[in-house]
């Protein structure tokens, strides 16, 4: 049972996985598949904790400027994750939902996308936003484009109708952001849905992120005040 004080949303911002590696004199790519374990954990920890939504920062708009073998051997880490987790996924009753610039991504990946959607869509009991390809601003920009092409006149324009063209339209923002790696920062993650999240940093890598940190983050989110301005 959900606690009436439990994050609904929960966006991750997940970093540190090459600092993790090359601190053990690894390969970043060892980083990278820890990471992925880190991932199937805190999925189950935040299904036990009752938290029904979860945004995960997968890959950014600004990784695209990594270095080529770099960016391919994520896309395939991310295909191969998306392909071999979708079924347990989908046991746990997650819907599987892709946010940000699709386009953009190998054809392959496009597939495995779309065949984890439909495979999920019809799932009830929470949500898995994978930010992939995302940014905030091009979000905004590209809610802005829509808008326009709908000929809605600049008087009817909306905070809520801005929310409804959003790649997250349809969702309650986040409550809790949590950034594992030490940095204090946003990084173009959910900026129009953010204004209202309650932000917590941590140093610890995501790799080494458990159960144990979630915990200590919703202990953190537990101690909050949430005025909303008011």
Known sequence: MTNIATPQHIGFIIDGNRRWAREKHLPDFAGHLE???????????????????????????????????EVKFLMSLIERALSEDMAKIHKEGFKIK??????????????TVKKAELLTKRNQWGIINFALSY??????????????????????????LVSDNLWTAGLPDP??????????????????????????????????????????ALEWFLSRKRRFGK
């Open 175 to 216: 409550d809790l952001i949590i950034r594992t790696g030490g940095e204090q920062r946003l990084s173009n993650f959910l900026t129009w849905q953010s204004a209202y999240s309650e932000l917590y940093f941590t140093s610890t890598y995501w790799p080494d992120f458990k159960e144990k940190g979630l915990d200590e």
């Open 98 to 111: 892709v946010i940000g610039q699709r386009e953009k991504l190998p054809e392959s990946l496009k597939k």
């Open 35 to 69: 990471g992925r374990k880190r991932f199937r954990e805190i999925v189950r920890a935040c299904k036990d904790k009752g938290i029904k939504i979860i945004t995960i920062y997968t890959f950014s708009t600004e990784n695209w400027g990594r270095p080529e073998k």
């Open 135 to 160: 940014g905030g601003r091009i979000e905004i920009v590209e809610a802005v484009k829509k808008i326009v092409k709908s000929k809605i006149p600049p008087g009817k324009i909306t905070q809520d």
